[in-house]
């Protein structure tokens, strides 16, 4: 197919069609990613056990570290791939892709070998301290990631691959796909079979290995793509290589310091028992109501935006800037309403016990505050990340986390003791929104000194 007629998806439309086109359906596949998290939740909390779930929320940062490697290769490699194509460099694309996918399996291997033969000193870790909550959160992660951190993290992969060169349908559909299939096998197996953690965590596996087969047939079966997943193409240029992670490190060090920092907040919280653990749980299923929705917008916007900024259009870049900025700012604010307004209603959503109950809607009135920081960082990162300014979203990204969140927590929690943990996100995201618009002001500006 004519290289014009592979990229004209990238232009010719007015920037809100564009935007339309290409974050539309990541948010679709995010929201369905949403529902079936919240799902997990919602039936693991019908057995009225706060142990159960808190294993999900004690799973998280061990969980997330898949995404981080997904995240490693992935977001770097839609960076490069989608400026690639704006350079009409087809051939260094596809190079990219195959490096990606295959590095992302190298990584996801060794933290499933690292989980096997040390898990209960990770338990410990991450604040497993009764024998309820440790026996619930190893059934979690051996299903979520012993068994199935392979198809899990390929799926994540495949969806930053196909979205980078403009194919967000198809990626949306797959992890459509295997959301709505969790969500079915959450009421088969956590509230027919009542095997609480472990079954959600068979139901993700499951529906995982349904999102990448789909995925997968929609790659290989593609005249057009530029996708090449067969390993002997494998190879090892170093300044693509460089560039890759490089670009996909801040993605990645967000997922490494955030799950260090929930680990952190796990531990501080376990001293105040298994209720304050469950109750936090909720509360950052609302925070991944707001993430989700931040994540589903940046990750559809960021080929467009590599493209452009590869074929040098620096007024498109910022035109699609302008209008993500205003998208985000309204949702964050009614983020900020729906919480602040409803917070009972929503919280009985999950859990009907009365303590739990209490406990998590003192935390969420508290915690939600976060949400206009934690959105326009993101945003940051992603903007910085597809004009390959690594350092950039590097320096956001460990600010935000290293910097701030960490010491906060500890710090806070000394003064305040579980509210302290718990306001510790909303200080930290809001002194980082104060950085990443300086950074974002200079880096623009910047860019038009370069240009010129």
Known sequence: MPTSNR????????????IAKFAVPTILSQLVTLIYNLADTYFVGQTGDPAQVAALTLSFPIFMSMTMVANLFGIGANSY?????????????????????YGAMAGVIIIMAVLLLFMDYILYGIGARTAESAA?????????????????????????????????????????????????????????????????????????????????????????????????????????IKQILFIGLPAAMIIILGSTANIVLTN?????????????????????????????????????????YGAGNMSRVKEINRWSFGLLGTYAAFCVAAIELFTEPLVMIFMREPVTVATAITFARAWILCAPGMC????FCSIFQAMGKGFESLTLSVVRQG?????????????????????????ADSITLVIGSVLYVKTIRKQGDEKK
């Open 7 to 18: 990229l004209s998806q990238f232009e010719g439309s007015s920037v809100p069609r564009l």
């Open 136 to 240: 619930a959160t190893e059934a979690y992660l051996k299903w979520t990631v012993i068994f199935g951190g392979i198809p899990t993290v390929s799926a994540l992969m495949m969806g930053h691959l196909l979205r980078a060169e403009g194919n967000t349908k198809k990626a949306s559909t797959g992890m459509i796909l295997g959301g709505l299939l969790n969500v079915a096998l959450d009421y088969i197996f956590v509230f027919m079979m009542d095997l609480g953690a472990e079954g959600a965590g068979i139901a993700t596996c499951i529906a995982n290995v349904v999102s990448l087969a789909y995925m997968l047939a929609v790659a290989l079966t593609n005249k057009r793509t530029i996708i090449e997943l067969n390993i002997l193409h494998l190879v090892f240029i170093k300044q693509m």
């Open 403 to 427: 910097f701030l969140l960490i010491p906060l927590l500890l710090v806070l929690n000394r003064m305040f003791g579980a509210m302290g943990l718990v306001c510790s996100q909303p200080a």
């Open 376 to 379: 326009f960082t993101n945003l």
């Open 81 to 101: 791939i989608s400026r690639s194509l704006g350079m009409r460099k087809q051939r260094q694309a596809a190079f990219a892709s195959t490096f990606a996918f």
């Open 268 to 308: 501080q919280m376990s001293v105040y028992g298994d209720v304050s653990i469950a109750a936090f749980g909720i509360v950052q299923k609302f925070g991944t109501i707001a993430i989700q929705i931040t994540v589903g917008l940046t990750q559809g916007i960021m080929p467009l935006l590599g493209y452009h």
